[in-house]
């Protein structure tokens, strides 16, 4: 059961295309898990399509446009059948122990553990997807079962999304799926469940020192 | 196709993506081209004043991505002119990640494609239908400074953030604008 959404402005702005694609990113792997979201989204990419629609304010001659747009159309291979794996296949790969979440694919290939792993403490650990340039620092923090992680404050937003696992900080108690999105005023300390270790995907506007994390 | 000529204009593009699926029916590619391409350069334009290449550039890639994917689109999930939003919002994207000064290596391809639960739905058409309706009349009759903004964030590709920054108003003003619009058309349910 997830408990925690995406707001409706990150899910307006990701419908309308308009949220960063770090931003993206969480917001396609919550929507993965969660069908309310889902629903929401298609009913913002409708909205988006009368927008589209109504948009229309030049009239210039395209017929130029056309010519070279068949010309070239004319050199193109024939479509070949799609031969990515469709969605229902693609849910059921489990490689080790965890699915890995469609969008994180172009990152992960097969495993959480072939991913470059910089170990913080003996109970957390941190793997850098990618970083964007002069934008969103992009991670995945790994925590041991009942361990705490770093207190922390950040220098700008954070987005957690948890993809296995569960934590719990002031504030309350995140299960997978769940999307929590705070400021840079907020500082918490949050506390993995005794059951399983966590691993969370998480999105940080300004990139942050890595031993910044410690206290 | 003579009889085609009768359809109202919504459908018979309905029968001309199945044309172009099904028999590879440039014509029929040539009519969605005309009506839709001057939508998608003008989509484009208002997130770029004055960039005639790029959307000249990025109408073409819609139009070849509705040649290749024509089989993929199912009605019962999207009216065709969401189908070539998405298209056109996802080509804009993915070019402004290429060509711009902070460009990403984050490949956006599949970050907008979902798995929409598979369960045979049998009320599902009909509730698309009625959602669009509702959503096409509601935005007929929304304030003027709810659908600017609406259009800030669609068409020119502006987050709530940069919308605020560039009508000079507070971020809280904005957001509860695009809340209320989104109320009015029962988009926005409350959690
Ligand atoms: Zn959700
Ligand atoms: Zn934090």
Redesign the interface.
């Known amino acids: 059961m997830i408990n925690y959404h995406p707001s409706i402005e990150i899910l307006t702005d990701y419908a309308a295309g308009s949220l960063p694609l770090a931003h993206s990113l969480c917001v396609s792997t919550h929507l993965e898990r969660c069908p309310e979201c889902q629903q929401q989204i298609r009913k913002l990419e409708m909205l988006g399509s009368h927008l589209f629609d109504q948009a229309q304010t030049e009239s210039r001659q395209l017929s130029n446009l056309k010519d070279s747009f068949f010309k070239n159309l004319a050199q193109q291979p024939s479509p070949k059948e799609d031969h990515k794996v469709s969605p229902q296949e693609d849910k059921s790969i489990r490689w080790d122990d965890y699915a890995i979440p469609r969008s994180l694919r172009q990152f992960i290939t097969k495993s959480y553990d072939d991913l470059t792993w910089m170990r913080l403490s003996p109970s957390f650990k941190i793997a850098t997807l990618y970083n964007e340039e002069g934008g969103a620092q992009i991670a995945l923090t790994r925590v041991k079962a009942g361990a705490h992680m770093p207190t922390h404050t950040h220098t700008g937003d954070e987005i957690t999304l948890v993809l296995e696992g569960a934590f719990s900080d002031e504030s309350g108690i995140y299960r997978q799926g769940d999307f929590i999105n705070r400021d840079a005023s907020h500082k918490h300390k949050p506390i993995v469940t005794k059951d399983a270790e966590c691993i969370c995907l998480t999105v940080l506007d300004a990139p942050i020192e890595f031993t910044g994390w410690l206290t | 196709m003579e009889r085609a000529i009768q359809l109202p204009n919504d459908e018979q593009r309905v029968t001309d993506i199945y044309a172009v699926a099904q028999h590879?029916d440039?014509a029929a590619?040539?009519r969605l081209?005309?009506h839709y391409?001057?939508?998608v350069?003008?989509?484009c334009?208002?997130a770029q004043p004055g960039a005639n290449l790029m959307a000249?550039d990025i109408?073409?890639e819609v139009?070849?991505r509705i040649?290749?994917?024509a089989h993929?689109y199912k009605p019962e999930?999207?009216?065709l002119?969401?189908w070539?939003?998405?298209l056109?919002?996802?080509a804009?994207?993915d070019y402004l990640?290429r060509n711009s000064r902070?460009?990403?290596?984050?490949?956006?391809e599949?970050?907008?494609?979902?798995?929409?639960?598979?369960n045979a739905d049998p009320f599902k058409d009909a509730q698309q239908k009625r959602?669009?309706e509702r959503?096409?009349q509601g935005?007929d009759k929304l304030p003027p400074d709810q659908k600017q903004v609406?259009?800030k964030?669609?068409?020119e590709?502006?987050?709530?953030k940069?919308a605020a920054e560039e009508l000079s108003l507070p971020l809280g003003t904005i957001?509860s604008r695009?809340?209320l619009a989104?109320h009015k058309?029962t988009?926005?349910?409350k959690?």
């Open positions: 590879r440039q590619l040539g081209f005309d391409v001057p939508k350069r003008s989509f334009l208002a000249d109408a073409q139009m070849i040649w290749n994917k993929t999930s999207a009216s002119n969401t070539v939003f998405t056109a919002r996802n804009r994207i990640r902070h460009q990403s290596d984050i490949d956006p599949y970050l907008w494609e979902h798995v929409i639960d598979e959602d669009q959503i096409q935005l609406l259009s964030v669609y068409l590709g502006k987050t709530h940069e957001k695009v809340r989104l058309l988009i926005y349910v959690r």
